[in-house]
């Protein structure tokens, strides 16, 4: 992890050069993206992107088949069955409205 966030350093400023509408600074000098929707923030553009694309003004699309749980991504779905329900049964598909 540490050296994720080294990278992370690293490559900042060849992000930044790029320019993102909607970007916003944070504390301590560490730069935000900002999703001009909805004023969410994210410290990777990718995870702005993301948001745009999945989540911004969408409801959670997957829902678990055991609990009121809902989740943006499939792959967050799992995670919480993983968690929350591993006694159940194998189950099917999941939802997606
Ligand atoms: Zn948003
Ligand atoms: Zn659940």
């Not at 944070?26 to 993206?33: D, F, N, Q, S, V």
């Not at 702005?48 to 989540?55: A, G, P, T, V, W």
């Not at 069955?81 to 099917?92: A, G, Q, T, W, Y």
Request: aromatic fraction near 14%; proline fraction near 5%.
């Amino acid at each position: 992890m540490k050296l994720f966030s080294l990278i992370a350093q690293l490559y900042t400023p060849y992000i930044l050069s790029y320019g993102t509408p909607g970007l916003s600074s944070g504390k301590a000098g560490w730069t935000l993206y900002e999703c001009v929707d909805c004023g969410n923030k994210y410290k990777h553009k990718g995870s702005l992107q993301r948001h745009i694309k999945y989540e911004c003004r969408k409801q959670p699309s997957f829902k678990c088949p055991y609990c009121v749980y809902r989740a943006y991504q499939k792959h967050n779905l799992l995670l919480h069955e993983r968690h929350l329900h591993k006694d159940m049964p194998e189950k099917v598909d999941f939802v997606s409205e």
